[in-house]
């Protein structure tokens, strides 16, 4: 009974450890997530700025496994190349080192109880502060960094003191000690197992490290089961990219041949490389002594740890090239590879553990959204003017067909944005979660004009009920439309992130937006009177002519508005509080006093 209580004791706080992992983890990701961003864009530059950028991000929000997804959802999306990617999940596998540097540092050294409920209790409390957001913010980390420790104290206090000097225990430990190679390679397998169950590499090295400072493990051993969980955290990755695209299914691909092949060469210099940690870290980790290994051990463990992950770093990190070939190799590119029209191809990676960096893939699939639109409008132009029958009917069946997809990637970006503004997102993310439900109602609204104006098309080409006159002055407010589709494409593009020069950027480009939509009024009212002075000149005109002429400007017009409805979104800004300003009578001066 006390066998199987100890049992269900460790578990629990197993439990309570990864809780607050997570939680601590989902705070960081709001406090910082605008910086991680911004990181982001640092990757870019060559490898070594990739790595740096990818041992920072995981560094901050304490998980390799949220890094890696998200290098995968960034993978999916565009954001990152295949070579990019790598240079991330490489600075990842470092910067996940880091949370067995805090628990060896404070889990074992200090008596936790005496923290680790006042941290809980003033992280509790501070997310009840209205005003400000990032005190909410950090006191949620603070539960969960509180909550990490609690459930590493109740790991510690569930293992019997002298269960380590059981002659049973003492037996079947020896039977797993890695002095061959069938041992050693069971030992990563073990490893490996425990981090696919939990799902969290760094739940296992906190048990590592816990039975390890009870004497229960020794470091040879323990050092063999850290090799395992390097390779079982990639699973995360790896199933965060089913069904999504090559080049994500890749950069996973690529993050378990890099621990693989790490996992591999260690092996073949296993008894050397733990010799030459144990001669880096003070201290020996073979002592009998409780006190002295509780305060030795991990540390050994932690650097073995360490040091694996930079030396394999910096032996991969020339060979990037070739690992990327080599993920080609298994997953061969395709002519149409990712060309599906109708599917989410920048959000087919669930970024069920960074939601708050998921935004920036809606928006990308939002302005790919947008391009369908722009390419309504380029084959509208040309058909509007084009002789040739078989061409015309080409241009407007891709114009139903582009008009089809924006109805689809609406419906499935709807979705995901529902599902993603109930998650666990800070209410700036929430505010722009429920700004783009509009933006994607209005993009979907100007291909229903576009639609239309290819059906009047369609129905009226036959009859040629246009003048030469009423083609150029359609080709000409054609032609406008597909300059402000454009422009509103790159508004999404251009404003993902503020900058210091964001709001006079923005205010800017505002005032173009409004430019452009007055511009395309005055064409329709303009072009419609023309056509009404051409025909009481005696052009010839059909009630229906008149009608569908009169049909096609407005829905260009209408364009023009959704296109503004965009930019207002956007930006933050709206036409009608502009136009206020500018048009506003100055306030009448107060009579004089008596």
């Given amino acids: 009974m006390s066998t199987l209580l100890s049992t269900l004791n460790l578990l629990g706080g197993l439990a309570i450890f990864l809780f607050g992992m997570k939680i601590m983890s989902d705070g960081l990701q709001k406090v910082s997530g605008e910086k991680l961003r911004q990181l982001l864009g640092i990757a870019t530059a060559n490898r070594f700025a990739a790595t740096a950028c990818g041992a920072l991000v995981t560094s901050i929000i304490q998980s390799s496994s949220a890094t890696t997804v998200m290098v995968v959802g960034f993978a999916s999306a565009g954001l990152l190349n295949l070579y990019q990617s790598l240079g991330v999940i490489f600075g990842a596998n470092i910067g996940t080192t880091m949370t ?15 923290f680790a409920l006042p941290v809980i209790a003033v992280g509790f409390f501070a997310q009840f502060t209205p005003r400000f957001i990032v005190v909410r913010r950090l006191g949620e980390t603070m539960v969960g960094f509180g909550l990490l420790f609690l459930g590493l104290d109740i790991m510690k206090n569930a293992i019997p003191a002298d269960f380590a000097q059981n002659p049973q225990v003492v037996a079947w430990i020896s039977r797993f000690q890695p002095d061959n190679l069938l041992n050693l390679l069971a030992l ?17 090295m906190a048990m590592t490290l816990t039975c390890a400072a009870a004497g229960i493990i020794d470091f040879p051993t323990s050092c063999a089961l850290v090799l395992g969980e390097n ?67 991990p540390y050994h463990i932690s650097a073995f740890h360490t040091v694996f992950n930079v030396l394999n770093t910096l032996l991969m990190l020339p060979l990037l090239n070739q690992l990327a070939k080599l993920t080609y190799l298994i997953i061969p590119k395709s002519k149409r590879e990712d060309k599906k029209e109708h599917e989410l191809i920048f959000l087919s990676t669930r970024f069920t553990q960074t939601p708050e960096l998921a935004l920036i893939a809606v928006r990308k699939e939002v302005e790919r959204m947008m391009s369908f639109v722009t390419k309504m409008t380029d084959k509208l132009i040309h058909a509007v003017k084009v002789d040739d029958e078989k061409m015309f009917a080409r241009l407007i069946e891709d114009v139903k067909a582009a008009e089809q ?41 100007m291909g229903d004009c576009g639609e239309k104006i290819a059906r009047i098309l369609e129905k009226f080409h036959t009859k040629q009920p246009f003048s030469d006159a009423d083609v150029a002055d359609l080709e000409v407010i054609a032609k406008l439309t597909k300059e402000i589709t454009k422009r509103t494409r790159r508004v999404l593009v251009n404003f993902q992130q503020p900058t210091r020069q964001w709001q006079a950027e923005a205010e800017q480009t505002f005032a173009d937006a409004l430019a452009d939509e007055a511009n395309l009024n005055a064409l329709r009212k303009r072009f419609l009177r023309d056509r009404r002075e051409r025909i009481n000149a005696g052009q010839e005109a059909s009630p229906d002519s008149i009608t569908a002429y009169a049909d096609i400007l407005n829905n260009f017009e209408r364009i023009g508005d959704y296109a503004l409805r965009v930019n207002e979104n956007i930006l933050g800004m709206r036409a009608e509080d502009k136009l206020y300003r500018q048009t506003a009578p100055a306030e009448p001066a107060l009579p004089p006093q008596a």
């Fill in 405 to 445: 997809t924006t109805d689809v990637l609406e419906h499935k970006i709807n979705l995901y944005l529902t599902s993603l503004s109930h998650g666990n997102l800070s209410r700036h993310a929430v505010a722009q979660a429920f700004s783009l439900f509009d933006v994607l109602n209005s993009i979907e609204r």
């Fill in 100 to 114: 067995a540097w805090v628990v060896s540092l404070f889990g074992f050294k200090m008596q936790i109880s005496l």
């Fill in 188 to 204: 990563i397998f073990s490893g490996t197992i425990l981090t696919v169950v939990l799902q969290s590499s760094s739940a296992v």
């Fill in 231 to 297: 390779i079982g955290t990639t699973i995360t990755a790896n199933l965060a990219a089913i069904g999504a695209s090559k080049t994500a299914r890749r950069a996973a691909l690529g993050h378990f041949l890099f621990n693989l092949i790490g996992v591999i060469w260690v092996v073949c210099i296993f008894r050397h490389f733990v010799n030459l940690i144990d001669w880096l870290v003070p201290g020996s980790p073979y002592t009998k002594e409780t006190d002295v290994l509780t305060a030795v051990l």
